[in-house]
């Protein structure tokens, strides 16, 4: 069924204009074809830097291995590009951290501001949309490829506070997007609705037998508006149940209840997390996603890998530091295990309504706001990529020579046939795409 017909299909039940962005991704009104063209992407953010000495490739090409920090993602080998050389070349207000945040997916300066970094000029918020929410609002402008939600800002141990080194996602200058930390609040958001939908029933029930006892009793006239009342009614309960009867939102079990948001409970929230993201992708609910753990600057104490120091101090300690040094790896090492993980459960879920895994239609970003923790380098920022669907040549370690990460943003707009010419700076987009084919 054409996404045309579909729609035509779906104005036919009397359904309202709200619920066409839900009900357009069931699998049983897709055929095959529009759900094979499916394109989803998660960007993943971890902070702090990586070791570049465990973390890229000895060689380029076909024939690359893995070092310590990208060994649990050896399954999805094939899946896989590692991107060297593409740097973050965004100057301007703010200190390393914060360009580095903030200007990661944005590829645009930071406005100026009263907000004092560690000893550079003060700064403000970026003066851009980040990439995320450009690929959204394109997806969002065809109604082939409309969600409910869109995108989806996922946080695990974000702190409440708002600057320009937790916040990395942006709808526009000046409009940082929240991440939700919560995933009792990322539930609720997901699929609070639909577990109001027979309270809802009962209300509209109530309502029609008080438009009955109203209509005895007044003249014709406004016997006629309440019976035009009365069939809005009729049609509003008529979409519940179609939705209820087609399955229009598969509900997952609720998280687990009573765990605490503090840094001990850092694992269990990951998984939390990465199951509403999957189901929210089942669903069809958006195609967008970001997953930020912690913030730049984070100070988490994964204790529960045998490192008790916090992670940005870690990250400041230097080279010679052999000790520090491995707890670093060990941290990023388990950052790669929560990607792994995420991978496995969108390879082993089948395409809803259509071929192949979900992995097959989901690309996977992973970056850094900073290349190396102790220096605060923009350059050689760790860009991974995993997963099938944007018509990337994936299994291969690649290496440019200092490239904007504009480039790389591009790209990724490309590859959802957004056909950008720039995006952020754009004195920084002047070659036009990293060739990634």
Same mark, same amino acid.
């Given at each position: 069924?054409?996404?045309?017909?579909?729609?035509?299909?779906?104005? =036919?039940?009397?359904?309202?204009?709200?619920?066409?962005?839900?009900?357009?991704?069931?699998?049983?009104?897709?055929?095959?074809?529009?759900?094979?063209?499916?394109? =989803?992407?998660?960007?993943?953010?971890?902070?702090?830097?990586?070791?570049?000495?465990?973390?890229?490739?000895?060689?380029?090409?076909?024939?690359?291995?893995?070092? =310590?920090? %990208?060994?649990?993602?050896?399954?999805?080998?094939?899946?896989?590009?590692?991107?060297?050389? /593409?740097?973050?070349?965004?100057?301007?207000?703010?200190?390393?951290? @914060?360009?580095?945040?903030?200007?990661?997916?944005?590829? +645009?300066? %930071?406005?100026?501001?009263?907000?004092?970094?560690?000893?550079?000029?003060?700064?403000?918020?970026?003066?851009?949309?980040?990439?995320? #929410?450009? +690929?959204?609002?394109?997806?969002?402008?065809?109604?082939?490829?409309?969600?409910?939600?869109?995108?989806?800002?996922?946080?695990?141990?974000?702190?409440?506070?708002?600057?320009?080194?937790?916040?990395?996602?942006?709808?526009?200058?000046?409009?940082? @997007?929240?991440?939700?930390?919560?995933?009792?609040?990322?539930?609720?958001?997901?699929?609070? #609705?639909?577990?109001?939908?027979?309270?809802?029933?009962?209300?509209?029930?109530?309502?029609?037998?008080?438009?009955?006892?109203?209509?005895?009793?007044?003249?014709?006239?406004?016997?006629?508006?309440?019976?035009?009342?009365?069939?809005?009614?009729?049609?509003?309960?008529?979409?519940?149940?179609?939705?209820?009867?087609?399955?229009?939102?598969?509900?997952?079990?609720?998280?687990?209840?009573? /765990?605490?948001?503090?840094?001990?409970?850092?694992?269990?929230?990951?998984?939390?997390?990465?199951?509403?993201? %999957?189901?929210?992708?089942?669903?069809?609910?958006?195609?967008?996603?970001?997953?930020?753990?912690?913030?730049? /600057?984070?100070?988490?104490?994964?204790?529960?890998?045998?490192?008790?120091?916090?992670?940005?101090?870690?990250?400041?300690?230097?080279?010679? !530091?052999?000790?520090?040094?491995?707890?670093?790896?060990?941290? !990023?090492?388990?950052?790669?295990? #929560?990607?792994?993980?995420?991978?496995?459960?969108?390879?082993?879920?089948?395409?809803?309504?259509?071929?192949?895994?979900?992995?097959?239609?989901?690309?996977?970003?992973?970056?850094?706001?900073?290349?190396?923790?102790?220096?605060?380098?923009?350059?050689?920022?760790?860009?991974?990529?995993?997963?099938?669907?944007?018509?990337?040549?994936?299994?291969?370690?690649?290496?440019?020579?200092?490239?904007?990460?504009?480039?790389? %943003?591009?790209?990724?707009?490309?590859?959802?046939?957004?056909? +950008?010419?720039?995006?952020? !700076?754009?004195?920084?987009?002047?070659?036009?795409?990293?060739?990634?084919?």
């Amino acid at each position: 069924m054409s996404p045309q017909n579909r729609r035509a299909f779906l104005r =036919r039940l009397g359904l309202s204009a709200a619920a066409l962005p839900l009900l357009a991704g069931l699998p049983s009104l897709h055929a095959a074809p529009g759900a094979a063209s499916r394109r =989803r992407i998660v960007f993943i953010f971890s902070p702090n830097g990586t070791i570049p000495s465990e973390f890229w490739p000895q060689t380029l090409g076909e024939k690359f291995s893995l070092k =310590r920090i %990208l060994a649990p993602l050896a399954p999805f080998r094939d899946r896989m590009l590692t991107l060297r050389g /593409v740097n973050n070349r965004v100057r301007g207000d703010g200190d390393g951290h @914060m360009r580095g945040m903030s200007c990661l997916l944005t590829g +645009i300066e %930071l406005f100026p501001g009263n907000i004092q970094g560690g000893g550079e000029t003060p700064a403000g918020w970026a003066s851009g949309p980040s990439i995320d #929410q450009e +690929i959204r609002r394109f997806l969002q402008s065809d109604p082939a490829t409309k969600t409910r939600f869109g995108s989806l800002e996922f946080g695990v141990a974000v702190p409440n506070r708002a600057d320009p080194w937790t916040r990395w996602s942006y709808a526009g200058p000046n409009q940082p @997007m929240t991440p939700v930390t919560s995933p009792y609040a990322m539930f609720e958001k997901l699929y609070g #609705q639909t577990k109001d939908r027979e309270s809802l029933a009962s209300v509209l029930d109530g309502l029609r037998s008080d438009l009955r006892r109203v209509a005895a009793r007044v003249d014709a006239q406004d016997r006629e508006a309440l019976d035009r009342h009365a069939t809005a009614l009729r049609e509003m309960e008529k979409a519940l149940q179609e939705q209820a009867s087609a399955g229009a939102v598969t509900v997952p079990p609720a998280p687990q209840a009573g /765990v605490l948001l503090e840094n001990d409970n850092i694992p269990v929230v990951t998984r939390m997390q990465t199951e509403l993201l %999957l189901s929210a992708f089942q669903n069809d609910l958006a195609r967008v996603a970001t997953f930020q753990f912690t913030h730049s /600057v984070g100070q988490a104490r994964m204790s529960w890998i045998g490192v008790e120091e916090n992670h940005h101090s870690l990250s400041h300690d230097p080279d010679l !530091n052999a000790g520090s040094q491995e707890k670093l790896i060990k941290i !990023n090492v388990w950052f790669a295990e #929560q990607i792994a993980h995420l991978a496995k459960r969108l390879q082993e879920t089948p395409e809803p309504g259509g071929q192949g895994s979900m992995l097959d239609h989901t690309t996977l970003v992973w970056t850094n706001e900073l290349g190396k923790g102790n220096s605060h380098t923009h350059e050689d920022i760790p860009w991974l990529l995993l997963g099938g669907g944007l018509g990337f040549r994936t299994g291969r370690a690649l290496a440019f020579d200092k490239q904007p990460h504009n480039r790389l %943003l591009l790209s990724l707009a490309h590859g959802f046939g957004h056909r +950008i010419a720039k995006f952020g !700076n754009p004195s920084l987009c002047e070659a036009g795409p990293l060739n990634l084919s």
